[in-house]
């Protein structure tokens, strides 16, 4: 048994116990939620950007290959408008080719576009090449 205390002594104090109070923790883990969740945004942004690029590129070695082909035909590409599908890396993509002519009758001006086959109306790649036409002067 403790003895008693003098008249006027402050009364003793217990030690706080060691640790965090409810309200404390939930914020902390209140916190740390919205970081994760910043964390899972960017890192979303970050794969679909991959995937774009990935997809742009595909699709601009579609429209250089199709630019190569207009200019192995013999004598030229004829004149018009031309649409087909081509496959790079598993991946199916559609080309528009239209071949018009130039100032220079030696010359004809071939455009290619490429689009996914679902999304006609986005455009992932386009090049202009112009193509020399043989036998004309």
């Given at each position: 048994?403790?003895?008693?205390?003098?008249?006027?002594?402050?009364?003793?104090?217990?030690?706080?116990a060691?640790?965090?109070?409810?309200?404390?923790?939930?914020?902390?883990?209140?916190?740390?939620?919205?970081?994760?969740?910043?964390?899972?945004?960017?890192?979303?942004?970050?794969?679909?950007?991959?995937?774009?690029?990935?997809?742009?590129?595909?699709?601009?070695?579609?429209?250089?290959?199709?630019l190569?082909?207009?200019?192995?035909?013999?004598g030229?590409?004829?004149?018009?408008?031309?649409?087909?599908?081509?496959?790079?890396?598993?991946?199916?993509?559609?080309?528009?080719?239209?071949?018009?002519?130039?100032?220079?009758?030696?010359?004809?001006?071939?455009?290619?576009?490429?689009?996914?086959?679902?999304?006609?109306?986005?455009?992932?790649?386009?090049?202009?090449?112009?193509?020399?036409?043989?036998?004309?002067?």
């Amino acid at each position: 048994m403790t003895p008693p205390l003098p008249a006027g002594a402050p009364t003793p104090r217990r030690a706080a116990a060691g640790g965090f109070t409810l309200v404390e923790i939930l914020v902390a883990l209140a916190v740390i939620a919205v970081a994760l969740a910043a964390g899972m945004r960017a890192l979303a942004q970050s794969i679909d950007a991959a995937t774009l690029l990935k997809q742009r590129t595909l699709a601009l070695w579609v429209a250089q290959n199709q630019l190569a082909a207009a200019q192995l035909v013999a004598g030229g590409p004829a004149l018009g408008l031309r649409d087909g599908d081509a496959t790079q890396a598993g991946v199916v993509f559609r080309w528009h080719e239209t071949v018009g002519g130039t100032p220079n009758p030696a010359f004809r001006k071939v455009e290619v576009t490429v689009t996914a086959p679902d999304q006609p109306d986005y455009v992932l790649a386009q090049i202009v090449g112009y193509v020399g036409v043989q036998g004309q002067r």
